[in-house]
Structures are given as C-alpha cells and as structure tokens.
C-alpha cells in the first residue's frame, strides 16, 4: 500500500511538473499562426467593409484559433470537427433565428443546445460552434440580415482562411503536425 501511495505521488508530480513546463518554440508558432490567420480575416474586414459592418470576423474564431493553433493534437482541433462544427452550427442558428426571431430566452439556448447535439451526432464537436450558433441569434442587425449567407460568409469563408493558415503554420517545424489523421496528411501534402 505505501509503495503504491509513494508511486502514485512520483506520478503526480511528473504529471504537474510536465504540464506547467513552457515550450518557448511552440508558444512562438502559436502566436503566428494565430496571428496570421485572424490578422487575415481582420484585413479582409478592414479592406472590404466600413467599421460599422463588422460581420466577417466573429468572436468564434478568436475560440477557434486557441484550439487549431494552441492545441493542435486535439481531436476538437481537427479539420472535420473545425469546419463542420462551424458550418452545423451555423446553420442551426440562422434557422432557429429565422424560425423564433424575437424569442431570445429561447432561441439562445436553443441554438446552442441544438449544435453541441448535431455535433456529436456528426462526430464533428467544435466548442467555438457553440458561439458561431449564438452569434447568428444575438449578433447585430447586419448579420441578422445576412440569413442563410452568414453560413458561407463570415463562417464558411473564415474558418477555410484559419484551416489553410493552420496547415501552412502548423506543418513548418518537424514537432507540429497537422492535421494529427495521417491519411488526411497525406492526402493533403500530395
């Protein structure tokens, strides 16, 4: 018992010691392929509309890049789960918004609830979805207005520049890999 109770703690503080380590180099790629890719997306906005119609670039996307740039392992980081959470739940808020427009209390959680299931129904979990759902129903009159378009632009538009960036940035160095689903690597490196 002592010595499983001794192998227990030598395990924890491994554990501890390895997860508050910094890797200066992965931190470093991961600050440009962020930067990259939502500075992108930022002067496309800027370039193409004025400040008041600020519909291209979504809070969604600032979730979306701390998991396909910070966490690139992760299976939620993955191509299939990043555009497909994006474009499900899209598309469910733009419906739920179109259906109940003026229902908040109920559309809100609607939107949101409806996508974290369709996601794991179509195996494509995004949490950043979560917010692309909600964004579609709390979002300001110009994307309101956007209807069906919002799934195509800003979100289908946008997560296609941050999945190129992230394959661009995040398969520069040989200890980042991405996507982590070899036959898609391969696939794409061809």
Same mark, same amino acid.
């Not at 949490?127 to 917010?131: D, K, N, R, S």
């Given at each position: 018992m002592k010595k499983k @109770? *001794?192998?227990s703690i030598r395990v924890s503080k491994y554990i501890l010691y390895r997860e =508050?380590?910094?890797d200066y180099t992965e931190n470093f790629w991961s600050f +440009?392929?962020?930067f990259i890719g939502i500075g992108i997306i930022a002067f496309i906005q800027s370039f193409y509309l004025s400040k008041e119609e600020n519909v291209f670039l979504i809070g969604s996307f600032g979730a979306t890049?701390?998991?396909i740039f910070g966490a690139i392992q992760s299976p939620l980081s993955q191509p299939r789960n990043l555009i497909g959470g994006h474009l499900i739940s899209a598309i469910i808020g733009v419906t739920i918004y *179109? +259906?109940?427009p003026e229902i908040i209390w109920i559309t809100a959680p609607l939107a949101v609830s409806l996508s974290i299931v369709l996601m794991q @129904? =179509? *195996?494509t979990l995004h /949490? /950043?979805?979560?917010?692309t759902a909600l964004i579609a129903i709390i979002g300001t009159e110009k994307i309101k207005s956007l209807g069906y378009f919002y799934v195509l632009s800003p979100v289908l538009s946008g997560v296609l520049i941050l999945f190129i960036v992230a394959l661009v940035f995040n398969n520069l160095t040989t200890f980042r890999k991405y996507p982590t689903d070899n036959k898609l690597t391969r696939? +794409?490196?061809k």
């Open positions: @109770v *001794k192998r =508050t380590l910094v +440009i392929g962020a890049s701390v998991l *179109k +259906i109940l @129904v =179509t *195996k /949490p /950043p979805g979560g917010a696939f +794409i490196m």
